[in-house]
């Protein structure tokens, strides 16, 4: 029984064992950062993915959440010294509270529209934070941003000397969040997801809340995604309203699943280690000269696979699986017209 | 039969699109057990009255009573936990699932344990003979086979009354004369209520108990198939004159 796992899963072990002793293999702290980011795309790419891959809500702003989870952790540690791990943790329930008010109303929306209104919620708190210098009696100090103050490198406030402690914090996130995408694809939450995403009527009349089961899995998606802007706060010692609250990122991390594979457990993390580095790529061959080079190569795979590659690279891997999948866009032609 | 209990009321339903009624005061009683036929020209309100009844719509005045419960407004899935599935003309398949998981997704509705409903599921597919399409992935199939899913999923929520909305149309005789052998099958076998509505006349006098019409929102009649058949007012609106000369001979 266990060989036979074993033996299944012997790309996803080499993988894993890969994945661990990379830091070691490459010992340069700008390669092991760049790895870091690599993964950090993948976890939210995943947790993107929760919302928008299992349950077919799009979202062009799930980085307001990292961004809202950045600002609560880095505030609560600048006024009160609670550890950020605390910090994270309660930024991710800030996150997933704001992510069911939002979505009482907004989840009345479906497809395109539904993704407008994720659009222009992040422009709204990215203009409230640029706006104020203060907000709530906490200084957020618009535009400029908040540094993370330096305290003693130690497990506690999040802060080390060396790069490699959080490859592993990330790595780690990444492979829960991977697990728990895989527990929810095979459990009643994750087959109502699936039935919403296909159909919203049809899952009404199965007796699925369909409103309720979005706002549950908004607030998953929402609460993980606020861990991940903890992590990248620390990770640069700073957070500001243009990169986590930016667009771009937004973007970026839905073209992660969408090109590695949409409701996939494996899509966001192929996808981001085939993009991520493009970006570096990118930055280093054309510098400074043409800013945002790599957002035009995303764009362009990203047409790319959705024409020939609907299911996302991963389901290029399943023939057959992707195969029926082109006999059901034939079939749905055929019915409509 | 002496004295059949009511499981579906519609009393005086009423339901406005802006200054249009799509359906204008109907009553009606599904007795246990029954199958009821709704017929009605294109745009008398059929689909529109299916919706009402399911929750998709509230209606303007009125109230549908299900079970001696006052179900009108109420939201489809908590209609659906009541006990009253539906079936939609226009079918909507979970399409990238396949016919097993389109059917335990309805099972689930009674049950939390992912087990418990694949067998639930399993259980369906026999009656519903999908059972050798189990593992097809829903989307590929073709019509018959996924206006029988759209049949299974419903029944597979455990409903006492089932709405069927015009699952013959676009089968050919043989498919259609396959569907109804598999209505009366379910009938003897679960003794569900159902509501259909059907444009194949055949399909509709040889199914149901009792036979309403409804004609630009109202009811015009109900009562047994071979009464309507005969009823004025009926084959003016819908039946046509030709049909009245058949049933006649």
């Known amino acids: 029984m266990i060989m036979k796992i074993i033996r299944k899963q012997t790309l996803l072990i080499l993988g894993s064992l890969l994945l661990i002793a990379l830091p070691y293999i490459f010992k340069s702290p700008y390669l092991v950062q760049t790895f870091s980011i690599i993964i950090f795309y993948a976890y939210m790419g995943c947790c993107w993915n929760i919302l928008g891959g299992l349950a077919g809500q799009i979202s062009m702003g799930n980085s307001v959440y990292a961004g809202i989870g950045a600002y609560a952790s880095t505030l609560l540690f600048i006024y009160t010294e609670i550890s950020p791990w605390i910090g994270m943790l309660l930024g991710g329930l800030i996150s997933g509270m704001i992510s069911i008010l939002i979505g009482l109303p907004t989840f009345r ?7 407008l209104s994720t659009i222009a919620f992040l422009t709204v708190v990215r203009i409230i934070i640029l706006a104020n210098r203060t907000l709530f009696g906490l200084e957020t100090r618009g535009a400029q941003g908040l540094l993370v103050p330096m305290r003693e490198s130690s497990l506690g406030t999040m802060q080390f000397m060396s790069k490699i402690p959080f490859y592993y914090i990330i790595l780690i996130m ?21 039935a919403i995403k296909a159909n919203q009527d049809a ?7 369909v409103t309720g089961y979005k706002l549950i899995c908004s607030f998953i998606s929402a609460f993980l995604t606020a861990l991940g802007g903890t992590y990248y706060a620390q990770l640069t010692m700073y957070v500001d309203p243009s990169t986590l609250l930016g667009n771009p990122i937004s973007q970026q991390i839905a073209i992660m699943p969408i090109v590695g594979g949409m409701g996939t457990v494996l899509g966001p993390i192929v996808g981001a280690v085939i993009l991520v580095p493009l970006q570096e790529i990118a930055r280093t061959m054309f510098g400074d000269a043409v800013q945002g080079t790599h957002l035009v190569i995303y764009g362009l795979i990203m047409m790319i696979i959705v024409v020939y590659a609907p299911g996302g690279i991963v389901s290029l891997f399943k023939k057959s699986i992707s195969s029926s999948k082109r006999v059901v866009a034939k079939t749905e032609v055929i019915q409509n017209g | 039969m002496a004295n059949p209990k009511v499981v579906l009321k519609l009393r005086g339903v009423t339901k406005n699109f802006g200054g249009v009624s799509a359906v204008n005061n109907v009553s009606l009683e599904l007795f246990e057990g029954e199958v009821f036929g709704l017929i009605g020209p294109n745009g008398a309100g059929k689909t529109t009255l299916f919706n009402v009844i399911a929750g998709f719509y509230k209606p303007t005045q009125g109230k549908v009573i299900f079970n001696g419960r006052d179900i009108s407004g109420k939201p489809p899935y908590k209609i659906c936990k009541l006990g009253l599935g539906r079936t939609f003309q226009i079918v909507k398949p979970f399409g990238d699932l396949t016919v097993l998981e389109n059917v335990m997704i309805g099972a689930l509705n009674r049950t939390q344990n992912m087990k418990v409903a694949r067998e639930k599921a399993n259980e369906i597919l026999d009656i519903t003979r999908l059972a050798d399409k189990r593992d097809k992935v829903a989307g590929c199939l073709n019509i018959v086979d996924r206006k029988q899913i759209e049949i299974a999923r419903a029944l597979a929520t455990k409903p006492d009354v089932l709405l069927l909305d015009e699952v013959m149309a676009g089968l050919n005789p043989s498919e259609s004369a396959e569907v109804v052998e598999m209505i009366q099958h379910l009938r003897k076998v679960t003794g569900i209520s159902l509501l259909l509505i059907e444009h194949v006349m055949s399909v509709v006098m040889k199914l149901s108990d009792r036979v309403c019409v ?22 003016k609106s819908y039946l046509g004159d030709r049909y009245y000369a058949n049933t006649d001979k």
């Open chain 1, 109 to 115: 929306l479906r497809g395109t529209y539904y993704t």
């Open chain 1, 174 to 194: 990444t492979i829960l969040v991977s697990l728990l995408t895989y527990y929810l694809k095979h459990s009643k939450t994750g087959y109502y997801f699936a």
């Open chain 1, 203 to 209: 899952a009404a009349s199965l007796g699925i809340n």
């Open chain 2, 214 to 235: 409804l004609d630009h929102g109202e009811l015009i009649a109900q009562g047994k198939p071979t009464e309507i058949a005969q009823d004025e007012r009926v084959i």
